[in-house]
């Protein structure tokens, strides 16, 4: 804008009443402040990713925006230290007979914190190889612990059974050795807000989970998830996990951008309740929207019954059963020969 353009807000009484406030003037989103008896303006877009700053909350005279948290000072529109070469568009106001009025063109341009793109920010693309399948355990049995992991110990067998009979490479992931945080929820307060890296992984050098969306995005063809029967559901790793990838299908519904191409899963689940179709059946929804598909017979699914309390004797059972392990080798089977053809007839 070339030239000054003052609008009329409305009257300062009413607009005094509140701290903070977002307002679209002539398209333009303007982030209004009443504090220590003067109002003061900046854009009303964050520099991160555009979150409206006016909906957000005051800590001292900084504004923070309620997508990410972050700050930005009301007079300056520079960021909080260390960031300050960040900073918000000002705009100038002024009272006149009793209403307040804005000046739309800024006084200063926008300017971005310069910080290189995350890894993550790069084009899906396959590199050339044999299949790869990826194992996710969600067993909460921390590492340190000499207990028997059913769930984990049939994933071992099915990553064994990838790598030697079916010739493709192989990696897992054990959730319980990964820091990450819980999900910050984004997404409830605004589709927009849960981004593509999540905002934790862009954020926190210390969040783990970048290895799990390098590995299920980019990295592998199948995967294979194995968690075990907690209270008639998953782990509550698994839900964790799953929280955290919300932001991979949030990216197809606000920017229809599908990360998970041309890949298959499938699941091994162990547990001492009889609810193993249940666990099953929510997964695999979940890693459909996600974008995955699925072989014929996608779970292998163990359960001592709703009755059953002799844990030790469940353990013994899977580590010895020839049965279980020859099925799991066939889902295996199954999910590799799957991936072979999506990979296939995708390219």
């Not at 607009?15 to 009303?44: C, D, M, W």
């Not at 606000?254 to 041309?262: C, Y």
Request: include cysteine.
């Amino acid at each position: 804008m070339k030239k000054n353009k003052w609008v009329d807000l409305g009257t300062v009484s009413t607009l005094k009443k509140r701290q903070l406030q977002h307002l679209i003037v002539e398209n333009i989103p303007i982030a209004l402040v009443y504090q220590k008896g003067e109002f003061t303006a900046v854009s009303g877009e964050c520099n991160h990713k555009s979150g409206p700053l006016g909906k957000g909350h005051m800590e001292g005279d900084y504004i923070v925006c309620p997508w990410h948290s972050w700050h930005f000072h009301r007079q300056t529109g520079h960021g909080h230290p260390p960031f300050e070469a960040s900073c918000l568009p000002r705009h100038e106001v002024k009272q006149k007979n009793g209403h307040l009025f804005v000046n739309l063109k800024p006084l200063n341009r926008r300017a971005h914190f310069p910080h290189p793109k995350h890894p993550l920010e790069r084009e899906v693309k396959r590199e050339k190889g044999p299949i790869r399948v990826l194992g996710i355990s969600t067993t909460p049995i921390p590492t340190w612990h000499s207990r028997y992991s059913t769930s984990e110990s049939l994933l071992d067998t099915a990553l064994k059974s990838a790598k030697t009979k079916m010739k493709a490479e192989t990696k897992m992931i054990k959730i319980r050795d990964m820091k990450f945080k819980h999900c910050g929820g984004f997404y409830s307060i605004d589709e927009k807000a849960c981004t593509w890296p999540c905002t934790y992984t862009e954020s926190d050098e210390k969040d783990q989970m970048d290895q799990l969306y390098e590995a299920l995005v980019f990295w592998a063809d199948a995967v294979i998830v194995a968690t075990p029967i907690r209270w008639g559901s998953a782990s509550s790793l698994y839900y964790k996990m799953a929280e955290r990838l919300n932001c991979i299908e949030n990216q197809r519904v606000i920017k229809n951008e599908v990360l998970i191409k041309n890949k298959v899963a499938s699941f091994i689940i162990t547990g001492g309740q009889d609810n193993v179709q249940s666990v099953a059946g929510q997964m695999m929804m979940f890693f459909a929207q996600l974008g995955y598909c699925f072989p014929q017979f996608p779970f292998v699914g163990h359960s001592r019954g709703w009755a059953a309390e002799d844990m030790e004797n469940n353990m013994e059972f899977v580590r010895s059963s020839k049965t279980l392990r020859s099925e799991v080798q066939a889902l295996t089977k199954r999910t590799v020969t799957m991936a072979e053809t999506v990979l296939k007839e995708g390219r």
